[in-house]
């Protein structure tokens, strides 16, 4: 029953990747307005909520809206929140248009298609780059972290560009036939797959092979996070490990992707539409709550880490709200 439970998902795979996109057009227009009816108090109705709430967080702001809303002090330079910006105009059914899509892109890119390949765009390597130089001259591994927004599955493939050694975090998803089926198409030469509860072997793994750690950090399953807010409302990011690792002595990047949709209220004429931008962000040292944060942060029973990722993660989902997973049920829940 495995076998053949394997080989089924395997060919289903083959044959829906390699459907033209007018149908998944057309079926993207027949199946939504269904999807809608049904789930108008479920996951439909949070997004409608969620959006409404940060829309009133971003109108209650002054002119300038939030202030300092980024990143690591003295690193990447303070960014500010538009309030007139995409967040303003995004609806929710352009969001679930974008996961549609942005989900085809990535199972088609995991694949390994050439017409996905062509479109992925990289800035700012320069800062992955210098930080897996700065961490290998003392001995010490990095992680490359980031949300689930845009193609998020490329990003974990991505980071082999880098290091012959990336250790990746997933969580399970349908039966073991369906996993294996998934890890045999993200898997890289350069690849290790870690299941949540095999947290100490990836420490020792990625310690012992100065590699770069690959996760997602705003949803997980079965373990605790670290509440912060957005949008002024509490949520959770999982932050632990990282906050771990960073104080045993390993960097830290952050990093995103987003697709140029067309009619998405978050394009950007600088790309051909379709252009799929993997954008690295910002580099925080080994040990960045005591060397860079400082004491006063350390005082008052704060992280700096955790803080400043959660203001980065708040200015990336505001930029493309279209493409971030605010359906997700525990978003915004404590």
Not at 252 to 272: A, H, L, N, Q
Not at 303 to 329: C, F, G, M
């Amino acid at each position: 029953m495995y076998k053949f439970k394997v080989i089924t998902y395997k060919l289903l795979f083959n044959i829906l990747l390699r459907l033209p996109d007018f149908f998944y057009s057309f079926l993207f227009a027949i199946a939504f307005p269904v999807y809608k009816a049904i789930h108008t108090e479920r996951a439909y109705g949070r997004v409608v909520k969620h959006l409404d709430a940060a829309r009133e967080y971003l109108a209650a702001q002054d002119e300038d809206c939030a202030p300092g809303l980024n990143c690591a002090p003295g690193l990447g330079g303070a960014s500010r929140l538009n309030c007139a910006g995409p967040l303003q105009k995004v609806t929710a059914s352009d969001m679930f248009r974008g996961i549609f899509w942005n989900a085809l892109d990535s199972y088609r890119g995991l694949a390994r298609f050439k017409s996905v390949e062509r479109r992925i765009v990289f800035e700012n390597e320069d800062i992955i780059k210098n930080a897996v130089a700065e961490c290998a001259k003392i001995g010490m591994p990095i992680a490359g972290i980031s949300i689930h927004q845009g193609s998020f599955e490329l990003m974990h493939r991505a980071l082999c560009r880098y290091s012959e050694h990336v250790h990746l975090i997933t969580d399970s998803v349908g039966d073991a036939a369906f996993r294996d089926v998934l890890a045999e198409l993200r898997s890289d030469p350069h690849l290790t797959e870690y299941h949540p509860e095999e947290t100490g072997r990836l420490i020792r793994e990625l310690f012992r092979t100065k590699g770069i750690l690959a996760m997602v950090y705003d949803q997980g399953k079965n373990t605790k996070g670290n509440t912060v807010e957005l949008f002024a409302k509490q949520t959770t990011l999982y932050l632990r490990l990282i906050q771990k690792i960073n104080q045993m002595g390993a960097g830290i990047v952050t990093f995103r992707t987003w697709t140029e949709m067309r009619g998405s209220p978050s394009r950007d004429s600088k790309y051909p539409e379709g252009s799929i931008v993997i954008r690295f962000e910002t580099f925080y040292p080994p040990k960045y709550d005591k060397t860079v944060a400082g004491k006063a942060t350390s005082q008052a029973g704060e992280s700096a880490l955790v803080k400043d990722i959660a203001s980065e993660t708040e200015r990336w989902i505001a930029e493309h709200p279209d493409q971030w997973s605010w359906n997700y049920h525990q978003n915004f829940v404590v």
